[in-house]
Nanobody, 124 residues
Framework: QVQLVESGGGLVQAGGSLRLTCAASVRTAASYAMGWFRQAPGKEREFIAAINYNGGSTYYADSVKGRFTITRDNAKNTLYLQMNSLRREDTAVYYC?????????????????WGQGTQVTVSS
């Protein structure tokens, strides 16, 4: 069982930056790819970014490519999402998730464990 806890959300003005953190309860490096998703009110949960087990490979949704960066520190069992040039449409609850395996996948159903989410609100 993997427990994930997100932090770092908050209120930021458009054009600003935030860094989200996801702390894992167990060592995820050897077995799990990790991902970030978000869900805005009235919308389905959508894929944002994924990173493989050793951080050597990443994949981004087009909507955040060039603005967001996913990284991981396996020594600390921690996943990060650096968000720059934030826009109002980035407002959502952000979730981290763990996917058992080495492939980078974007489907919500591919991920085995989820955090509780952290709210990000971007104001104009």
């Amino acid at each position: 069982q993997v427990q994930l806890v997100e932090s770092g959300g908050g209120l930021v003005q458009a054009g600003g930056s935030l860094r989200l953190t996801c702390a894992a309860s167990v060592r995820t490096a050897a077995s799990y790819a990790m991902g970030w998703f978000r869900q805005a009110p009235g919308k389905e949960r959508e894929f944002i970014a994924a990173i493989n087990y050793n951080g050597g490979s990443t994949y981004y949704a087009d909507s955040v490519k060039g603005r967001f960066t996913i990284t991981r520190d396996n020594a600390k069992n921690t996943l990060y999402l650096q968000m720059n040039s934030l826009r109002r449409e980035d407002t959502a609850v952000y979730y981290c998730a763990a996917d058992y395996g080495v492939a980078l996948r974007i489907g919500v159903r591919n991920y085995d464990y989820w955090g509780q989410g952290t709210q990000v609100t971007v104001s104009s």
